[in-house]
């Protein structure tokens, strides 16, 4: 597609519930990564995807947090049990680069999926 | 996880002035340095890359790296009203992106 494209745009889950936010990376790219903003906070780091080996999950907050790209394109993150702590906005980025090659490149951002637990 | 550090503002700049947001990084080996701009509701986009020490320009914005002194900067000439967003600094570590919390910027017209 022309750009990373998220799904949902809003979700408000009541809290305990699961839910799982879809990421389609522009066509072609093999990175693929999450973050998650809070209000008025930088976008933190949660995991990385090179095809579809997650080759860093050290940012996940906690087990109820997990991301699968089974066939190294979509992509999703699923959140178990959410808590209020949990609102923010998830933004997911997919960069044409790999591991290994020259540092010299670009991740582009989707327009992310709004959480709010009430 | 290594640090990006920036002010968090609001840095307040006339209409015409220069702006100049600073970060300073934590991680020696990084290589790869960006500034995006987000407005508010919206998703970063990126402005500038810069790479190797010294200037980088592109139309009225100009990244300054110092990796010496683990520094990074974005200078915006002529700011525009339309330049208002917060400017997040951002810092590879190994083969993630790291960003700083931001710097609001407001251009007063």
């Known amino acids: 597609g022309a750009g990373v494209s998220q799904s949902p745009r809003y979700k408000v889950a009541k809290r305990g519930q699961d839910v799982a936010l879809r990421c389609d990376p522009i066509?072609?790219?093999?990175?693929l990564f999450w973050y998650q903003q809070a209000l008025g906070q930088g976008p933190e780091f949660l995991t990385y995807?090179?095809?579809?080996?997650?080759?860093?999950k050290s940012g996940l907050p906690s087990d109820r947090f997990f991301a699968e790209r089974p066939e190294g394109s979509v992509s999703t993150l699923k959140i178990q049990r959410t808590q209020q702590e949990d609102s923010a906005v998830y933004l997911c980025?997919?960069?044409?680069?790999?591991?290994?090659?020259?540092?010299?490149?670009?991740?582009?951002f989707g327009e992310g999926s709004w959480l709010t637990v009430v | 996880q290594k640090e990006v550090e920036q002010n968090s503002g609001p840095l307040s700049v006339p209409e015409g002035a220069i702006a100049s947001l600073n970060c300073t990084y934590s991680?020696?080996?990084?290589?790869?340095f960006f500034w995006y701009r987000q407005y508010s509701g919206k998703s970063p986009e990126l402005i500038m890359s810069?790479?190797?020490?010294g200037d980088k320009e592109d139309g009225r914005f100009t990244a300054q790296l110092n990796k010496a002194s683990q520094y990074v900067s974005l200078l915006i000439r002529d700011s525009q009203p339309s330049d208002s967003a917060t400017y997040l600094c951002?810092?590879?570590?190994?083969?993630?992106?790291?960003f700083g919390k931001g710097t609001r910027l407001h251009i007063l017209p």
């Open positions: 980025a997919s960069s044409s680069r790999v591991t290994g090659t020259p540092k010299e490149y670009t991740i582009y």
């Open positions: 991680d020696r080996v990084s290589q790869s």
């Open positions: 951002a810092v590879n570590e190994d083969d993630k992106i790291i």
């Open positions: 995807f090179q095809n579809e080996a997650q080759l860093d």
């Open positions: 066509s072609g790219h093999v990175s």
């Open positions: 810069i790479y190797s020490n």
